[in-house]
């Protein structure tokens, strides 16, 4: 019996309910677990947790504390929480823990329990009614919700998990003959005029830019926000190598176009990875196009590389 074999022997066995994810994606649950939430093991596996735990209600910051939380191993989260099955109500509770080997973050692991026959000996009050409304205006909202997981709150574009997620199903499904690009947009001295000029003023450089990146890329390509003046853009179906550095230079066009006075000027630097449809590994295409933008910075800014080859101009 091998390890993973065993390991599920043992959590299959345990009355509290386990769920296993990665970047917010659930990959293991146990019987315990489909018996307290009333839900099938095809209706949570491969699903994001942040759609299969929407059914709970009295909680006004558990949606939100859920949504961050999946996302930040660093966290700790528990509560007592009541969730409508669809039949019946429960008192749950919840506790988060990160998962580590070797101080490597592996993902998080949600341990539950139900307490309800506890709570009803406390004299804990189930309204049914009520919990239906909430639930009701919950589903309704479940847009907002999943909107707000998977963007980047200031820009609105894809934070870096979800487009880490998404490059990686396109690149996958990418067939051989066909090419796509990545691009990783750094924006040079953006630092000094956050510094100098304020918060305010960045932020409103930042939200300019990505308002340029979706003009520039089409609705088809994925675009996101890593963080600071970090951008990232999966360019798919380029026919050829002029359409993507024709791109490149509409970027930086764009970059000088933010803001620029005798003190300061904004502008891009950006590295770009083309890549095929044998290319299925998305760790080594990003870091093609993250070292291609070291390059540019070291021979001046303000300009691109391809493939780590020399800034074009």
Not at 128 to 148: G, M, P, V
């Amino acid at each position: 019996m091998n390890n993973e074999i065993f390991y599920r022997e043992i959590l299959s066995g345990i009355s509290n309910g386990v769920i296993y994810l990665q970047k917010g994606k659930i990959l293991y649950v146990n019987p315990a677990a489909t018996e307290i939430l009333g839900k099938n093991e095809s209706e949570l596996v491969n699903k994001p947790l942040a759609e299969c735990f929407f059914e709970y209600s009295e909680n006004d910051d558990f949606n939100q504390i859920i949504l961050e939380v999946i996302y930040d191993s660093s966290r700790r989260y528990e509560k007592i929480v009541q969730y409508f099955t669809g039949t019946e109500i429960k008192h749950i509770h919840i506790l988060t823990s990160s998962l580590k080997f070797d101080n490597e973050p592996l993902g998080i692991i949600v341990l539950f329990d139900d307490i309800t026959e506890l709570m009803k000996l406390r004299g804990a009050a189930l309204d049914l009614e009520k919990i239906k409304a909430i639930n009701l205006q919950l589903s309704e909202s479940r847009d907002f919700y999943k909107r707000n997981s998977e963007t980047d709150k200031l820009t609105g574009l894809l934070n870096k998990i979800t487009f880490e997620n998404r490059c990686n199903e396109y690149i996958q499904s990418l067939s051989e003959g066909k090419n796509a690009a990545m691009f990783v947009i750094d924006l040079d001295n953006f630092k000094k005029a956050n510094d100098t000029r304020g918060h305010q003023f960045g932020d409103l450089i930042l939200r300019r830019f990505a308002d340029e990146l979706r003009e520039i890329f089409d609705t088809d390509s994925i675009i996101g926000r890593f963080g600071g003046d970090e951008f990232v853009i999966l360019l798919k179906n380029v026919p050829d190598n002029d359409f993507v550095t024709e791109k490149a230079r509409t970027v930086i066009k764009a970059a000088q176009n933010l803001y620029s006075d005798k003190d300061l000027r904004i502008s891009a630097s950006i590295g770009i990875k083309i890549f095929s449809g044998t290319e299925k590994n998305y760790s080594k295409i990003f870091e093609t196009a993250d070292k291609s933008v070291y390059v540019v910075k070291t021979q001046g800014r303000n300009g691109f590389s391809v493939n780590e080859t020399a800034k074009q101009s």
